[in-house]
């Protein structure tokens, strides 16, 4: 739990959930069965919120995931929510450890959870890696899953935001 946890990423979860409130988000903690409907695992549960601001002409959804992302431990929840947000959204913030690649490796991810992960090919896509020197470990295979006939390097549609240290 981000609001119980000593752990730092739980104090800047948390601080960032209050400042989008501040910024007229409203926020809503998902239930127990609204997580299992994204992540059918047994096991601890990550918390998870969604944000909506509906701004001139539009509605914001955000939803925001707190929980164990090593590959090294379970995180199969993790797992279901990254390949969700990699499915269908279309902005997708990842802050955390990097694993030395690990952590958000798709081909490590599919080979423990036993199902693959299809990125849209035909809508554009826009991920920020924020864990340690992620740029030399993710962007590659991203944009591969992302490629095509008429886009071999795959950077038509995905853009990557990738750090080259540590982040805080």
């Known amino acids: 739990d981000p609001a119980t946890s000593d752990d730092a990423g739980a104090r800047d979860f948390m601080r ?5 409130k501040d910024e007229g988000y409203e926020v809503r903690e998902w239930s127990i069965e609204d997580v299992r409907r994204v992540a059918p695992v047994k096991g601890e549960l990550p918390k998870v919120y969604t944000l909506l601001k509906t701004v001139k002409n539009a509605t914001l959804r955000v939803t925001a995931f707190f929980g164990e992302t090593d590959l ?3 995180a199969a929840s993790f797992h279901y929510f990254w390949k969700h947000a990699l499915e269908n959204d279309s902005m ?4 955390g450890h990097s694993g030395i690649g690990k952590n958000l490796h798709l081909g490590l991810i599919e080979k423990a ?3 693959k992960i299809e990125l849209p090919v035909d809508r554009y896509q826009l991920i920020l890696f924020g864990g340690c020197v992620s740029y030399s ?3 590659r295979m991203y944009f591969a ?5 008429e886009d ?7 853009d990557i935001l990738s750090n080259g240290a540590e982040s805080y």
């Open 152 to 158: 071999a390097l795959g950077t038509r549609q995905l």
């Open 137 to 139: 470990y993710y962007p």
């Open 92 to 95: 997708i913030l990842y802050t």
């Open 145 to 149: 899953r992302k490629s095509t006939a």
């Open 113 to 115: 959870e036993g199902f």
């Open 72 to 74: 090294t431990n379970d």
């Open 16 to 20: 960032i959930l209050d400042r989008m």
